[in-house]
């Protein structure tokens, strides 16, 4: 065998050893922009988010795909700009409120849990 043939393969024996790439992972994470409100259909900031931007009001999620799929959200507002995920689609019951510049990886420990229903975003300080 000649030299460029024993490179080839060992290059195909490397590439084969550390397996395929998997591009599902490399693209299951959508980044949140500045000024955004990002809510994910999956824990860890996983899935396509539905963003709105921090400065709008309040929202019904009832008839979007992140109706009672609300597992992580991401608030990149400007503070005083708090988000409020709420049970009701109406802006009442159990809610799960994220100050400006944080994130939850898993709404699944806190009060409204992945059944959020409606989103409000206000200057009211959360607590």
């Given at each position: 065998?000649?030299?460029?043939?024993?490179?080839?393969?060992?290059a195909?024996?490397?590439?084969?050893?550390?397996?395929?790439?998997?591009?599902?992972?490399?693209?299951?994470?959508?980044?949140?922009?500045?000024?955004?409100?990002?809510?994910?259909?999956?824990?860890?900031?996983?899935?396509?988010?539905?963003?709105?931007?921090?400065?709008?009001?309040?929202?019904s999620?009832?008839?979007?795909?992140?109706?009672?799929?609300?597992?992580?959200?991401?608030?990149?507002?400007?503070?005083?700009?708090?988000?409020?995920?709420?049970?009701?689609?109406?802006?009442?019951?159990?809610y799960?409120c994220?100050?400006?510049?944080?994130s939850?990886?898993?709404l699944r420990?806190?009060?409204?849990?992945?059944?959020?229903?409606?989103?409000?975003?206000?200057?009211?300080?959360?607590?």
């Amino acid at each position: 065998m000649n030299r460029t043939m024993l490179a080839a393969a060992a290059a195909c024996a490397t590439v084969a050893a550390l397996g395929p790439a998997d591009p599902a992972d490399a693209a299951a994470r959508v980044r949140c922009g500045g000024g955004q409100v990002c809510i994910y259909p999956q824990p860890n900031f996983r899935g396509t988010p539905y963003v709105r931007r921090a400065t709008d009001g309040g929202v019904s999620l009832i008839g979007t795909p992140i109706n009672d799929r609300t597992f992580s959200v991401v608030n990149n507002g400007r503070s005083p700009r708090t988000a409020r995920i709420y049970r009701s689609g109406h802006f009442s019951g159990s809610y799960t409120c994220i100050q400006a510049g944080t994130s939850i990886a898993d709404l699944r420990g806190f009060a409204v849990g992945q059944w959020g229903s409606s989103l409000k975003l206000n200057n009211d300080r959360c607590g």
